[in-house]
């Protein structure tokens, strides 16, 4: 089956330690993206990445990093210097730069 | 920050009622998004929208794009409890290709 896939669907972060979400699409899009979603707030684009080894920081970049050596693959590493990394993080893609498909999520906590 | 306002916020309605739901902008728009998220879950879209004044429908869902460019609208008629979930308006602005902007979204629930 084609779309979006990410990993794990629930992850826990210790204190000081980095973290790194998977997101994986076969659905030959171009483009990826990494949106965090807290309670009561809309989508906040964190990283996107409109090619292959090229990606562009989000309104809130600060404490996350990416990586896109692959057409299908987009990680994101939730480092220490986040301070609040507790949220919901969605992957998206699109061929389009508009139409963008959502993954199922990643529920990232901190012990 | 936010560039796009959302309401209502919540609605809590019983089955079978009609729902609607806007989004409005500062700015222009030349697309309007609208995604269902199921809890848990990742947004789903529902409808997209491309030209001012279009009026599209998915079923019982129909969507709007306003004459102005700046709002848009979603109207669900003779809503079912799976209706329930957080609605989302979302929009790119003018030249800035590839980036998405979010409503704060709108919780449905619907009783029996």
């Known amino acids: 089956d084609g779309g979006i896939t990410q990993s794990p669907k629930y992850l826990f972060r210790k204190e000081g330690q980095n973290v790194t979400l998977s997101c994986e699409q076969n659905l030959n899009h171009d483009a990826m993206y990494w949106y965090r979603q807290d309670p009561g707030q809309g989508l906040r684009l964190i990283y996107y990445s409109q090619i292959v080894n090229d990606f562009q920081k989000g309104d809130i970049a600060e404490g996350y990093s990416v990586s896109r050596e692959k057409k299908e693959s987009f990680p994101l590493t939730v480092t220490s210097a986040q301070k609040n990394p507790t949220a919901f993080y969605l992957c998206?893609?699109?061929?389009?730069?508009?139409?963008?498909?959502f993954g199922p999520g990643t529920r990232l906590l901190v012990l | 920050g936010q560039q796009l306002n959302q309401s209502p916020q919540s609605m809590f309605i019983q089955e079978g009622e009609d729902v609607s739901m806007n989004c409005t902008s500062s700015s222009i728009f030349n697309t309007w998004l609208w995604y269902k998220q199921d809890p848990g879950e990742g947004p789903v879209l529902l409808i997209a929208l491309y030209k001012a004044g279009e009026l599209t429908s998915n079923g019982r869902l129909t969507a709007q794009f306003g004459i102005t460019r700046k709002d848009s609208f979603l109207n669900i008629s003779a809503s079912i409890p799976s209706d329930v979930g957080i609605y989302f308006c979302?929009?790119?602005?003018?030249?800035?290709?590839?980036?998405?902007?979010f409503g704060r979204g709108t919780q449905l629930t619907v009783w029996p």
């Open positions: 979302a929009g790119p602005r003018g030249s800035t290709l590839g980036r998405l902007y």
């Open positions: 998206a893609s699109s061929r389009t730069q508009e139409t963008q498909y």
